[in-house]
């Protein structure tokens, strides 16, 4: 079945830097845009950065001039690349992509399970 598996997560301190990774498995045919998104302890999940097929990205204002989405169309991957980190930032990242799994159907929402992010000194 199509997948996607995030990784990277952890314990970081205030000011360091971590590297999420994204890898879609299965039958997939195409992705379209894909994007992370992350969810703290009591809060809604929000959106952190986008990305399309054509690399035009966009990013929340929290995180911007930090953070830096990129994706790999050939691997089937998306990464964060997340530097500056601040407690703020403690939350699950969650992947996101919208995927066609076979020639004749259409593109459907796809979510990774989530990734501990820690931020903490």
């Known amino acids: 079945q199509v997948q996607l598996v995030e990784s990277g997560g952890g314990l970081v301190q205030p000011g360091g830097s971590l590297r999420l990774s994204c890898a879609g498995s299965?039958?997939?045919?195409?992705?379209?845009?894909m994007g992370w998104y992350r969810q703290a302890p009591g809060k809604e999940r929000e959106l952190v950065a986008t990305?399309?097929?054509?690399?035009?990205?966009n990013y929340a204002d929290s995180v911007k001039g930090r953070f830096e989405i990129s994706r790999d169309n050939a691997k089937k991957t998306v990464d964060l690349q997340m530097n500056s980190l601040k407690l703020g930032d403690t939350a699950v990242y969650y992947c996101?992509?919208?995927?066609?799994?076979?020639?004749?159907?259409?593109?459907?929402?796809?979510w990774g399970q989530g990734t501990l992010v820690t931020v903490s000194s």
């Open positions: 299965g039958s997939i045919i195409s992705i379209n845009d």
């Open positions: 990305i399309t097929r054509g690399d035009s990205t």
């Open positions: 996101k992509a919208f995927i066609q799994y076979s020639p004749w159907s259409p593109y459907v929402v796809v």
